[in-house]
Nanobody, 123 residues
Framework: VQLQASGGGLVQGGGSLRLSCAVS????????VGWFRRAPGKEREFLAS????????YYGDSVLGRSTISRDNAKNTVYLQMNSLKPEVTAVYYC?????????????????WGQGTLVTVSS
């Protein structure tokens, strides 16, 4: 299973971005998916996760109310819509997938990772 994150870039504070994660090698229908980020000098941070069929989601406190995770199993793609962006969320954003059931929140629970996409928010 390969994951390819995209959609990052430079955005002005207050703006929005939608990150995409294209999955290849296997259908993602049976995988829970998640998004993480790592800011310079900081630990990897959980952002959001979604069950394999999209019936449940969970968000980290830092993005709750400002981001939405979604998936299109027909396109084998996962998304993270981010709004009201602030400079402090500048980081490399990673998508991940796991065949664990439920809503994994920890990085070690994910089996497959994308290479990351850089999001830079200017002030």
């Amino acid at each position: 299973v390969q994951l390819q994150a995209s959609g990052g870039g430079l955005v002005q504070g207050g703006g929005s971005l939608r990150l995409s994660c294209a999955v290849s090698g296997r259908t993602i229908n049976n995988y829970a998916v998640g998004w993480f980020r790592r800011a310079p000098g900081k630990e990897r941070e959980f952002l959001a996760s979604m069950t394999w069929n999209g019936d449940r989601t969970y968000y980290g406190d830092s993005v709750l109310g400002r981001s939405t995770i979604s998936r299109d199993n027909a396109k084998n793609t996962v998304y993270l819509q981010m709004n009201s962006l602030k400079p402090e969320v500048t980081a490399v954003y990673y998508c991940a997938a796991t065949f664990y059931t439920g809503l994994p929140l920890r990085a070690y629970e994910y089996h497959y990772w994308g290479q990351g996409t850089l999001v830079t928010v200017s002030s």
